[in-house]
């Protein structure tokens, strides 16, 4: 069946459709709506000042229209709306004036105003044409949301009979939910706000165990992939942690001992190692790779950036100079030579340990024999992509770093696919980073910090949350700058921010390291992980713009081996917004931290900060929809755990079918 069979698609039309990926009925019939309006009529009565409403009224005296300027006019007319006597007024719709007459009945859409007998118009409906109920917004371009579930509707008639539903039986009935076809018949044109609320509990539920079956298979697919127990000498495990510049606290040694256990057997590790920044995750997932490398197996470590590439690189090369292990750096700056080089030592198996950013990943990177993998925060690469990474290695374990906590419950719950490591306990070195809190206009404060940290020959970090200035006195990064530069002549100041060149970032970079630069002002792109010891003093303009995980992830920038650290959070805003950054003050805890900022700012927003992709649900949202996340997770698991006993199940039909879209992403590269 082609669109061009449905009434009302016509040759252009279709091809409208088709520029949005609808190529088949059942594609329009399977476009839902992406939200609903509620649309009734307002009763004058019941309505209140700043209400947005729809008035049934009758024209009574002929409009007049002004133009104002020559692209502004105004159309008035008087009308009558439950008895009283309303001036109306519509802007830049003059053509009314043909159909608007005394007499004829309309709706007013509009803004209940202060002044209650004149009335802004944004539309005015004819009462024939105006339809109460729930009215589906689809968002297809060159399409009106009444003609596309027009349409829909008239696909539905054509493929009703033929509907299948992929969502089991037994699901359907232990939540009573509706099934595929009533869905269909429904979603666009839904017959009562009843039917819309079991549109919704189908679409969210559906939309979850979806997502935790492709999680947990992605899991299992990695596991199953695994048969190989990689050997390693604890002596010479002891004899490389002999080597550190300190000795491991009990909770990296705890983590070590999980991830290490993992490496021996041959269980395909999966886990995410999470703990403060500052807490010595590096320096674990370091020795892990040690661990891992032997005659046959190379180890790969994923960083973020160029700059954590390069620093990671830098703490490798110290540690494991007394090994045998050839190492490499390799990113999207690295010259082409020595890129086919590095290509070439990865497919031989000559280099033993590369550390890089995603071109580690892309589809020349071939290796001999990748046993594990290192990803440093993790929620910035999305969970296929993840599955793209471990598909390079035979039979890699896979460590994920992430400094930014999640509260146990939830991680488990969202990364569903991964075991967890904590690390709870930050090295005796680090010291709790002395929080001061300022208003922005306070900021002559400032200098006597940074004039103090440069009398001591240490370095500091000044954050501009944008580059840009924008409103009112909000500076640019440039401009701070220069200010700084105006008031501490003397010092070397560097800038760092994403839209700078490659090379020039990791000059700038380094020479911050070396300690050649005293005053760095930066974006927030150091936030994670940038490890310069003589750095002790962080300024954040515009704390209140970024969230508390994150302030807390920049705040882990200084204080830093043995010498005492101070941040100064400069805000904008009110009492409140103060009161959420004090939180920071009285806490070193980043779970703490984590927790009572998602309390605060919803886990929408929480969430965003980790810039995550995989965590955007059509139709659920996952803060509110929590509770049916967790059905959803335990239906996964029983639905799996029935699968792997090899049972005849009813959900055998749906496995596969989430096992097939799975396949899509078969090459997915990073
Ligand atoms: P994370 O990756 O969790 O942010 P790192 O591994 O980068 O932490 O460690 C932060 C800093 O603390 C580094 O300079 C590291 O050398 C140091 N460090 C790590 N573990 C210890 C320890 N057990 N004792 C002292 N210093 C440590
Ligand atoms: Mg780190």
Redesign the pocket.
Known sequence: MELKDIRGIGEKRAQTLARQGIRTPIDLLSRLPERYVQRRLTDLEEAEKGETVHLPGRVTSEPKVFFIRKSLSRLTFLADVGGQTFTVSVFNQHYLKKTLHPGIHIVLHGRISSEHKSFTAQKVFLRENFREGILPVYNVEGIRDTTFAKLAREAFTLLADSLSDRLPKPLRERYRLIDKKRLLDWAHAPPSPRALHQIRRRLKYEEFLDYQLKVRLLRKRHMEAQGLAKPFFEEEIRAFTKNLP????AS?KRALGEILSDIASDKAMRRMLQ?D???????VAMVSAFAAIDDDHQAAFLAPTEILARQHFKTAQALFAHTPYELALLTSTTPKEEREAIEKGLLEGSIHFVIGTHVLFSRNTAYRRLGFVVTDEQHRFGVLQRGALSRKGEKPDVLY?S?TPIPRTLAMTLFGDMDITTIDEM????KTVETTILSETDEARVHGFIEKTLQRGEQTYIISPTIEGGKKNRRSIADIERSIRHRHPKARVGLLHGRRPPEEKESVMEAFHEGMIDILVATTIVEV?M?V?RATLIVVHHAERLGLAQLHQLR?RVG??DLPGRAVFLYEGDEEVRQRLAFLQGSADGFAISEYDMKRRGFGDFMGTYQSGRLRFVHADVEEDLPIMKIARDDAKAILADADKGRKSSYEDYVAAIEKELEEYADYSL
């Open positions: 300190f000795s491991l606290t990296q703990g920044t500052g807490s010595g995750k590096t320096v770093l400094a090295p005796n070195s680090a992980g490890d010891p882990g830093r081996r």
